[in-house]
């Protein structure tokens, strides 16, 4: 066999495995990726399915006191209001009560609003004694 021949066989041999150790790279970087997302979405899941049985303490609440990642009490239940408070008829008020309960200012403002109905899917736990 000339020379030549068997060179280039070898370098497309050398390019194959190449390309092989490429794929392993991305499959495997594809696993890590779609164990992380199971992972979260078991998480989350567990979350919004237990809230009632997810105690926070009011230290834990005050953690979250940003537009990003606001939360609240009101009446004992814990809600994670980040989405609603884009929403808020009431603009940027609903912020007065981030981090902490809300309760008499809510109901200061508006004690007609059904808040379990509006934001009941946002609740992320109640709040412990
Ligand atoms: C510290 C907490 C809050 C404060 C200080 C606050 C304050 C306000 C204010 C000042 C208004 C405007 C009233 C007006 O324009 O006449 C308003 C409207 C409203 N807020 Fe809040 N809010 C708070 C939390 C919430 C939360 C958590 C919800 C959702 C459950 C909510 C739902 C509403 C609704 C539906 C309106 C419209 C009420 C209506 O026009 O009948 N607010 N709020």
Known sequence: MPQESRGSRYLSRTATLK???FLDFVILILIICMQRFIEETRKLKQMTA??????????????????????????????????????????????????????????KYHPWVNAQYLIGKYQVGVLRQ
């Open 50 to 107: 237990n809230a009632n049985s997810v105690f926070y303490t009011a230290e834990e609440v005050k953690q979250h006191t940003t537009d990003d990642d606001c939360w609240t009490v009101y009446k004992g239940i814990v809600y994670d209001i980040t989405e609603y408070a884009k929403v808020h008829p009431g603009g940027r008020k609903i912020f007065l009560g981030k981090g902490k309960d809300c309760t008499e200012l809510f109901d």
């Open 19 to 21: 390309a092989y150790v």
